[in-house]
């Protein structure tokens, strides 16, 4: 399959997941106080994951997959994708909109395709190495020169960092999300003080194709893949920035306490 194909297919993917995910939040609103909201959220990142994993072995049989859910454990391959079937699940837990699925295929040891899906906010972003970024189908295009950026950060950030940056904080709940607005030029920095690979496996790419620049601050970085590593286990603080000046901005501005 070729290169659109595999766009094609995760875009696809990603809105069939949606889909599943926007039945259980639905339905939460009506069962909610009859329920743990946990074990709801667990039904639905469950029943998305099973339409993406089911998706992906039926057409790429001999490509890796990563996920919390089936296995997180990188095997080698040439081609492995790397998918969170429910990012923002806290968000989705309590009724917010900020939640989406993401969906990467990493070859050679990084990023080659990210697709960003958030079903409830009609917002689709996707990449493709050297092919730049869309959203909702169109060529992205970027905001720049806007004084009236954001830090999107995680709730994490300001026990572990001191910050002195000229942006306005904002903890969206995703980090999907938050590397989206670093793609589009609404956030000028996103700083995630934990996240796993397939939180930010399609974000990384994204960030990338916008013009952005990832930054790993503390830990291994995931790129170049490790064989037989478990990235269930494996922790890395990352920086996106919207360009190479606002990465040495916040650098500069976000120190370990």
Known sequence: ???T??????????RA???????Y??????????????????????????VITAALREAYPYEGLITEEAGTTYRGEEAVWI???LDGTTNYQWGLPIWGVSIARWVGD???LGVLHFPLLGETYAAQRGRGVTFNGETLR????????FFACCSRTHRRY???LPHKTRILGAVAYNMAQVAAGNAALNLEVTPKLWDVAAGWLIVEESGGVMHIMEGESPIPLQPGADYGKMHFSTLAAGSPALLEEGLKGIRRK
């Open 1 to 3: 399959m070729g290169h």
């Open 5 to 14: 194909s595999h766009l094609e297919f995760a875009l696809h993917t990603a």
């Open 17 to 23: 997941a949606g889909e599943v995910l926007l039945q």
């Open 25 to 50: 939040f639905r339905g939460a609103h009506l069962e909610r106080r009859f329920k743990s909201d946990h074990t709801l959220v667990t039904a639905a990142d469950l029943a998305a994951n099973e």
């Open 83 to 85: 998918v969170d079937p």
């Open 110 to 112: 990084k990023p080659a």
């Open 142 to 149: 970027r905001k720049s020169g806007l004084p009236l950026t």
């Open 162 to 164: 001191n910050i002195t």
